[in-house]
C-alpha cells in the first residue's frame, strides 16, 4: 500500500514513517468539540514557538536537511509541517475546514511532524515515494491543468505514475486530496530526525485516539516502516 524505492531508501536512511489505513469514515464539518480541541492544540503550538523558533525544532531542521539533498530550497518550498507552523506563527490560527483535514492539521501541529491524508479512492493501487524523472503529471490543488516535478524531487506516485504530492512533503495533488466524500484515507507520517520513530509513533497513537473519538466506528490499521 505505501512503501519507498530503493534509491530513496538508500539515499534517505534516516527516513521512517507511520502509515495508517482507516474507513467508515465521514469528512462533515468538525463538531464543536473537535473545533475547540483544535484551538487549544494551535494555542499550545504557538506558545512553543515563542520558546523555540521553527527552524530550530528537531523535526523541521531535518526535513530543511532532506529537501536541500535533492534540490528544493527549504525555505522557498516549506515542508507541510513547517507551512502549518508559520501560519500559526504568523496569523494566531489555522481555520477549520473539514473533519479529516482538521484531525491531520491538529496531530500535524503537535508534533511537527507532515501528516499526509490521501483518499484511497482516488488513488491506483499503491503509493510509491521515489525520484521524479520529471516526466509524471501532479494536478495542484485549484489547477484544472497537470505539469511535472522537477527531475530529481522526490515524489509520491501511485500504480499508474500519477503524482500524489510533490518535493516529498510540500504539496499534495488535487487528485489524491480527501472532500466530503471520502470514506476511506491513508495516513502518512513521515520524519528524519533522530527521535523520529519514537515521535512518529506517538502522533499515531494520538490520531488513533482522536478518530476513534471523533469518528466512531471506523475500522483503523496502522503500520511502521523500515520495519
Known amino acids: 500500500m505505501f512503501s519507498y524505492d530503493v534509491a530513496v531508501a538508500e539515499q534517505y536512511p534516516s527516513i521512517r514513517a507511520g502509515v495508517m489505513l482507516a474507513g467508515g469514515l465521514t469528512n462533515g464539518p468538525s463538531s464543536p468539540e473537535l473545533q475547540a480541541e483544535y484551538r487549544e492544540a494551535q494555542k499550545a503550538a504557538i506558545a512553543r514557538l515563542q520558546e523555540t523558533a521553527i527552524a530550530d525544532l528537531p523535526s523541521i531542521a531535518a526535513w530543511r536537511r532532506a529537501f536541500t539533498r535533492f534540490g528544493a530550497k527549504p525555505t522557498q ?3 507541510a509541517a513547517e507551512s502549518l ?3 500559526l506563527e ?3 490560527e489555522i481555520p477549520s475546514i473539514s473533519t479529516l483535514v482538521d484531525l491531520g492539521n491538529l496531530v500535524s501541529i ?4 507532515p501528516v499526509a491524508i490521501f483518499d484511497r479512492a482516488k488513488f491506483a493501487d499503491a503509493i510509491t515515494v521515489r525520484i521524479a524523472t520529471g516526466d509524471e503529471p501532479f494536478a495542484d490543488l485549484g489547477s484544472s491543468e497537470s505539469v511535472h516535478p522537477e527531475p530529481g524531487e ?3 506516485v501511485d500504480g499508474n505514475g500519477v503524482v500524489c504530492a510533490r518535493r516529498w512533503c510540500w504539496r499534495q495533488s488535487a487528485d489524491s486530496a480527501v472532500s466530503p466524500a471520502t470514506t476511506e484515507v491513508m495516513v502518512v507520517i513521515e520524519g528524519h530526525h533522530e527521535s523520529a520513530r519514537e515521535d512518529i509513533q506517538s502522533a499515531m ?3 488513533r485516539e482522536l ?3 471523533y469518528q466512531p466506528g471506523c475500522e483503523i490499521e496502522s503500520f511502521a516502516l523500515p520495519e
Open 90 to 92: 504568523k496569523q494566531g
Open 205 to 207: 497513537d494520538d490520531l
Open 85 to 87: 507552523q508559520r501560519r
Open 154 to 156: 522526490v515524489i509520491f
Open 77 to 79: 518550498y516549506r515542508n
Open 211 to 213: 478518530l476513534a473519538r
Open 110 to 113: 503537535r508534533y511537527a511532524l
